[in-house]
Each structure stands twice: as structure tokens, then as C-alpha cells.
């Protein structure tokens, strides 16, 4: 449970985030490339991924949508930098309820897994060619 202090604290984060997102770009090279839309939102965002030895080297975003979108997002592609595919795929809602600190509510549920989602997507995708 937050104290009000605790909340105010976690807005900002997101926010920042959102104002401010990690990765935003897209990749000169690439291996991956994946679109992830929450039509309920309007979120929409393509994913670049670089693997070098089944491990992503490099990962981008680019898109808009809701702030918890875009904070989950960015939270999202630092942290699968230097996993492998494996440890990525295994990821789940908990994980990203972790990287942004908070229990997301169901109505933000496709927000905040947009990014995991399109992940997957294209792991899974890849991994079959």
C-alpha cells in the first residue's frame, strides 16, 4: 500500500519516464522488427531488436501511447538488454508489475504488457525461421 508521499513518487517516475523514455529510437540494424497496438488505448509501438548470439545487443521503440504505456516500454527494453531469448520469453506480468513498482490495474493490463507482448511476439517468430 502507498502513503501518499510513496505515490507521488511513483507518478513522477512514470512520468518521467514517459516524458523522458529510454531506448526511444530505431535501430540503423536490426534483426527484429515487431508492431504492438492496444486498440482500447491507442497505444501503438514497433519494436527493433539486435541479436548477437541469441542475446539482444541492442533494443529500440518507437510509437505513442498512454503514460503507462511508454514507462513500461522503456522500463521494458533496458532490462532485456543482454538477456537471452530464453530468459525473455519467461518473463511475465509480474515482472513488468516490478520494473514499474506497482500493481497495474486491470484496465492498464494491455497497456503496460504492450511492450512484453510484442517482445514475445517476435521472439517467437524468430525463433522459427
Keep these: 500500500n502507498f502513503n501518499n508521499m510513496d505515490e507521488a513518487l511513483y507518478k513522477e517516475f512514470i512520468l518521467d519516464l514517459a ?6 529510437k530505431k535501430l540503423a540494424d536490426f534483426d527484429i ?32 501511447g498512454c503514460v503507462i504505456s511508454q514507462a513500461a516500454t522503456s522500463l521494458l527494453t533496458e532490462e532485456v538488454k543482454g538477456k537471452n531469448i ?12 516490478k520494473l514499474l513498482n506497482v500493481e497495474v490495474i ?21 525463433t522459427r525461421i
Design 86 to 97: 530464453k530468459e525473455i520469453m519467461s518473463l511475465t506480468e509480474k515482472d513488468i508489475s
Design 106 to 126: 486491470y484496465a492498464r493490463k494491455k497497456c503496460a504488457l504492450l511492450c512484453l507482448d510484442a517482445l514475445q511476439t517476435a521472439l517467437k517468430n524468430y
Design 19 to 24: 516524458r523522458h523514455p529510454l531506448n526511444k
Design 33 to 64: 522488427k515487431q508492431k504492438g497496438v492496444n486498440v482500447s488505448c491507442g497505444d501503438e509501438i514497433e519494436v527493433y531488436i539486435k541479436l548477437v548470439d541469441k542475446k539482444v545487443k541492442d533494443i529500440g521503440f518507437l510509437g505513442q
